[in-house]
T-cell receptor, first 113, second 116 residues
């Protein structure tokens, strides 16, 4: 059974510092890995999707890496801003057809001005 | 529409009451998913539709939970005889492909259900 873990559960950094968020998964046979952002009381916004054949994906200040063999992905957010404060979730597809996602518990980030 | 729309945004139900939560997916999206998110946790899969067919309902926690998508577009998640443990945010997501998890989802803003 695929299990996804995110450590730490919460993170507080001063503005301008780089953020490093970790995600680990137990079964390396994945189609892809997605990172989402969730603001309080809101739904999930997709940030990055890394296919299993890729090692990293970049979008603006965000960079996500994927190491299937070690069962890890890392989301880097450069030069953090107070607007980056949110919960960040990683997820991988499961099931024979990869239709449904299993999520980590999330990392709650606070960027202090 | 431009995104996945869910209604109501908030619902307070008395224990034992029946509730119905609505999801309008992005027009033309084949796959539709329901997830349940308890406070402070990641979302958990409930059920999946491909067009009007419910192909996977393995995540529904009990027979009090029922979902339908009769015309392959709008979906309704119904919870009968609500219990306090049903309090959560219910998220709907859609995808243009059949294997939605493999190609990415678009999530709605969710319905926050509080059972008192």
């Amino acid at each position: 059974k695929q299990e996804v873990t995110q450590i730490p559960a919460a993170l507080s950094v001063p503005e301008g510092e780089n953020l490093v968020l970790n995600c680990s998964f137990t079964d390396s046979a994945i189609y892809n890995l997605q990172w989402f952002r969730q603001d309080p009381g809101k739904g999930l916004t997709s940030l990055l999707l890394i296919q299993s054949s890729q090692r990293e994906q970049t979008s603006g200040r965000l960079n996500a890496s994927l190491d299937k063999s070690s069962g890890r992905s890392t989301l880097y957010i450069a030069a953090s801003q107070p607007g980056d404060s949110a919960t960040y979730l990683c997820a991988v597809p499961i099931g024979a057809a990869g239709n449904k996602l299993t999520f980590g518990g999330g990392t709650r980030v606070l960027v202090k001005p | 529409g431009a995104g996945v729309s869910q209604s109501p945004r908030y619902k307070v139900a008395k224990r034992g009451q029946d509730v119905a939560l609505r999801c309008d997916p992005i027009s033309g999206h084949v796959s539709l998913f329901w997830y349940q998110q308890a406070l402070g946790q990641g979302p958990e899969f409930l059920t999946y539709f491909q067009n009007e067919a419910q192909l996977d309902k393995s995540g529904l926690p009990s027979d009090r939970f029922f979902a339908e998508r009769p015309e392959g577009s709008v979906s309704t998640l119904k919870i009968q005889r609500t219990q306090q443990e049903d309090s959560a945010v219910y998220l709907c997501a859609s995808s243009p492909q059949r294997a939605g998890g493999r190609y990415g989802y678009t999530f709605g803003s969710g319905t926050r259900l509080t059972v008192v």
